[in-house]
């Protein structure tokens, strides 16, 4: 049987930053950052690390599914922006949660993270390794981000988002296929320049800002606008989907203009797309779950729903799933 989501949740920050945050002490505009970007708003958490915003959302996504801690054998969380460069964060999550009888790691895929670490964790469900997975995909962007930097200040988020895999009671649903790919050959667009083995941190890189998020956006746009848009229409030729077999598109949120042009590759109108940047801009590997969350609490997923949930980011890594609601309620 095919994995599937049986419970999640999510926690944003509760400290809002709207775009007039930014107008007072960075050479930008409401109107500029809505018309490139489609964000208004974003969330910030002030205090804490990454595992400070999953840790909520993982109780709340346990105590929907109404199980013991210690029945779940494993949690890997997706980030690139881990409490500390080792341990990794799933060993931080596993013990603020004390969960007593799991393993778990961390997935390193930027704004793919959450999809990279879905197929991954639908794997070790579907092939009976692990019963009862929790996977975290979550990001403290604000911890790499330069504030006095326009063109990235104004694009991204801290938020996290939290689900149980088990596998599904019925063959055909659950995460379904998945389509993911990666190409280094992007690496020099969307990268962090110092505090790994290739350029360890020191003075001279803190001076020389080499710690913050580098990034060439319109590369990156380019590339994410062809990539999230072929992979999301290839995974539904493969398999001979229509738009109107596709109930929700749950698309990356990096830029609304990315969004609309995936949509519009897949032949679906914008009432069948998941859409929360206006409120928290970009929260990398958080987009996703966080997005799924949301709905699902709106009451605006129904069992049986087919969801392509579709990425692009660092490495470039890119990529597409499709899975249909079940929740084995
Ligand atoms: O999730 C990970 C993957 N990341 C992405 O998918 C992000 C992809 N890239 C983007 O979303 C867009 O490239 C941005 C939103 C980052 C920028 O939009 P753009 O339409 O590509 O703008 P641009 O970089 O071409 O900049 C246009 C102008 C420049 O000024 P000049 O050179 O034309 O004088 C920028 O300096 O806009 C300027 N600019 C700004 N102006 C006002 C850059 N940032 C700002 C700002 N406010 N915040």
Not at 100 to 115: P, Q
Not at 123 to 142: I, R
Not at 266 to 272: A, N, T, V
Request: glycine share 8%.
């Amino acid at each position: 049987m095919p994995a599937t989501i049986t419970s999640i949740a999510h926690f944003l920050p509760p400290d809002v930053f709207p775009n007039s945050y930014f107008e007072k002490y960075l050479e930008t505009s409401h109107e500029w950052i809505m018309t490139r970007s489609g964000i208004a708003e974003r969330r910030f958490a002030t205090t804490g690390a990454t595992s400070d915003m999953i840790v909520p959302a993982a109780l709340e996504c346990i105590e929907k599914r109404g199980i013991s801690k210690d029945e779940i054998d494993c949690v890997i969380v997706a980030t690139v922006t881990p409490d500390h460069m080792f341990p990794c964060t799933a060993a931080v999550v596993q013990s603020k949660l004390n969960i007593t009888k799991a393993w778990g790691f961390d997935i390193s895929a930027a704004c793919s993270g959450f999809l990279f670490a879905l197929q991954t964790a639908a794997s070790l469900v579907d092939s009976g390794v692990c019963k009862k997975l929790l996977l975290c995909g979550s990001d403290k962007m604000s911890s790499i981000m330069n504030m006095n930097d326009r063109a990235q200040a104004i694009l991204f988020g801290d938020g996290a988002g939290v689900c149980l895999l088990e596998k599904s009671n019925n063959p055909e649903m659950g995460v379904l296929d998945s389509l993911l790919r990666i190409d280094g050959a992007g690496g020099q667009y969307l990268h962090q320049v110092a505090g790994g083995s290739f350029k360890p941190a020191s003075h001279e890189t803190v001076d020389a800002k080499e710690h913050y998020i580098f990034q060439d956006g319109q590369n990156v746009f380019k590339a994410a606008v062809k990539g999230m848009a072929d992979i999301s229409s290839e995974i539904m030729q493969k398999n001979h989907l229509a738009p109107e077999d596709i109930r929700w598109l749950v698309p990356h949120q990096a830029n609304l203009r990315i969004i609309s042009a995936t949509a519009d590759r897949m032949g679906l109108s914008m009432d069948k797309v998941m859409i929360n940047i206006e409120k928290y801009g970009n929260t990398t590997a958080g987009t996703i779950p966080i997005c799924l969350s949301e709905w699902l609490n709106k009451g605006e997923i129904q069992k049986g729903d087919r969801l392509v949930l579709s990425s692009f980011g660092a490495g470039y890594t890119w990529g597409a799933v499709l899975l249909r609601w079940d929740m084995n309620d």
